[in-house]
């Protein structure tokens, strides 16, 4: 199946920094889509994205299916931001989703 | 809209006992999606359904986990027996074919 590989594992930044995740994959994909995983262990879905880029505020992602990775951009970070963010992917011949293990992201004031 | 619902939020058992778990998804959306979540990982996708047909079940261990989905609209998920290792957060989603997931609170399950 897909690997998919997120970096980096661990982002600690003061707050009103800009940062920036990674997702690479292994294999061709139909969809792929970043979330953020609050504090409360609620997956809220940021993106979705197979391709392209788009902007939502001070988040924006942009992914090279040609080149299989994909990056989340965070600016102006704020204390709200902390939490894990993932990537999932779906296989293109059956469809299956996989994520990668995630990027935990602490914003200090 | 209503989200994807789930329940229990929590369940704590002892090895060896049953539990099922209930997820109701988004109405309309055909795709329903299972994940396990172990402490410090990524989900893992247990079992995916488009209406009432699986699609990959490919890692659900199936001699203690099963899942159904009737009438494509709602699921259940069930452990029989469970095992120490089982303990996780059971995770439903749902979408629209190839389409954004959207993800309910999750059950924490604890086995003792």
């Known amino acids: 199946g897909i690997q998919v590989e997120q970096s980096p594992p661990d982002l600690i930044l003061q707050e009103g920094a800009n940062s920036t995740l990674r997702c690479n994959f292994s294999?061709?994909?139909?969809?792929l889509q970043w979330f953020h995983q609050n504090p409360w262990g609620q997956l809220i879905n940021l993106f979705y994205?197979?391709?392209g880029t788009k902007q939502n505020g001070r988040l924006s992602a942009t992914t090279v299916a040609t080149e299989r990775y994909s990056l989340l951009y965070i600016s102006s970070s704020q204390t709200t931001d902390s939490g894990v963010y993932f990537c999932a992917v779906g296989d293109t011949n059956a469809g299956k989703s996989t994520f990668g293990d995630g990027t935990t992201l602490t914003v200090k004031p | 809209e209503a989200g994807v619902a789930q329940s229990p939020r929590y369940k704590i058992i002892e090895k060896r006992q049953s539990v099922a778990f209930w997820c109701n998804p988004i109405?309309?959306?055909?795709?329903l999606y299972w994940y396990q979540q172990i402490l410090g990982q990524g989900p893992k996708l247990l079992i995916q359904f488009q209406n009432n047909g699986v699609v990959d079940d490919s890692q659900l261990p199936k001699d203690r986990f099963s899942a159904e989905r009737l009438k494509g609209v709602d699921s259940t998920l069930k452990i029989q027996p469970a095992k120490l290792e089982d303990s996780a957060v059971y995770l439903c989603?749902?979408?629209?074919?190839?389409?954004?997931?959207?993800f309910g609170p999750g059950t924490r399950l604890l086995v003792l």
């Open positions: 109405s309309g959306h055909a795709t």
């Open positions: 994205i197979p391709s």
């Open positions: 989603a749902s979408s629209l074919p190839v389409q954004t997931q959207y």
């Open positions: 294999d061709s994909v139909n969809n």
